[in-house]
T-cell receptor
Framework: GESVGLHLPTLSVQEGDNSIINCAYSNSASDYFIWYKQESGKGPQFIIDIRSNMDKRQGQRVTVLLNKTVKHLSLQIAATQPGDSAVYFCAENENDYKLSFGAGTTVTVRA | DAGVIQSPRHEVTEMGQEVTLRCKPISGHNSLFWYRQTMMRGLELLIYFNNNVPIDDSGMPEDRFSAKMPNASFSTLKIQPSEPRDSAVYFC????????????FGDGTRLSIL
């Protein structure tokens, strides 16, 4: 089957540095991708999305890059803060309503 | 703006008991999803409603699980009878169905079946 996977299960980053979280996907038909942040005891929180007709999209302190050639998605967080510590999931659409979630990357910010 | 609201936040009950989880989606959203999250299996879609109608229930584990959406602002997920292996965090999410739109999640119900 096809699935979304993450390259690294954990990421430790110094406060103030930039973070890059990577995600590989295998379904070339996917045309919509989302990044979620999940803090302990809370539900996944929408961060940013991107459609396949785009290569890059920027939000507040976050940038998502999509490389369709190698089926790779990344989330960049600028000036990482302690509040950015969480599990980050990428998700791709399987159809017009169903999302396939990756396993998640745990980001820990060092003070 | 109010997000997706779930209740209860925590539920601890003995096996064999009926469990009812509740969800209020974001006002105006016409799609609603129930998910289950465990360490072993991650996030699994249980059921998807569009305009209050169940569209895809292929993820519902077995007949002990049922879900309803009597109106646009309320949905329930029921487990009867409950078993220890049902212990997990159950999330409700909602979205607009207009092309691809992000799903917005509630903070979940942590269910423990003893």
């Amino acid at each position: 089957g096809e699935s979304v996977g993450l390259h690294l299960p954990t990421l430790s980053v110094q406060e103030g540095d930039n973070s890059i979280i990577n995600c590989a996907y295998s379904n070339s038909a996917s045309d919509y991708f989302i990044w979620y942040k999940q803090e302990s005891g809370k539900g996944p929180q929408f961060i940013i999305d991107i459609r396949s007709n785009m290569d890059k999209r920027q939000g507040q302190r976050v940038t998502v890059l999509l490389n369709k050639t190698v089926k790779h998605l990344s989330l960049q967080i600028a000036a990482t803060q302690p509040g950015d510590s969480a599990v980050y999931f990428c998700a791709e659409n399987e159809n017009d309503y169903k999302l396939s979630f990756g396993a998640g990357t745990t980001v820990t910010v060092r003070a | 703006d109010a997000g997706v609201i779930q209740s209860p936040r925590h539920e601890v009950t003995e096996m064999g008991q009926e469990v009812t989880l509740r969800c209020k989606p974001i006002s105006g959203h016409n799609s609603l999803f129930w998910y289950r999250q465990t360490m072993m299996r991650g996030l699994e879609l249980l059921i998807y409603f569009n305009n209050n109608v169940p569209i895809d229930d292929s993820g519902m584990p077995e007949d002990r699980f049922s879900a309803k959406m009597p109106n646009a602002s309320f949905s329930t997920l029921k487990i009867q009878p409950s078993e220890p292996r049902d212990s997990a965090v159950y999330f409700c999410a909602s979205s607009l169905r207009q092309g691809n739109q992000p799903q917005h999640f509630g903070d979940g119900t942590r269910l423990s079946i003893l």
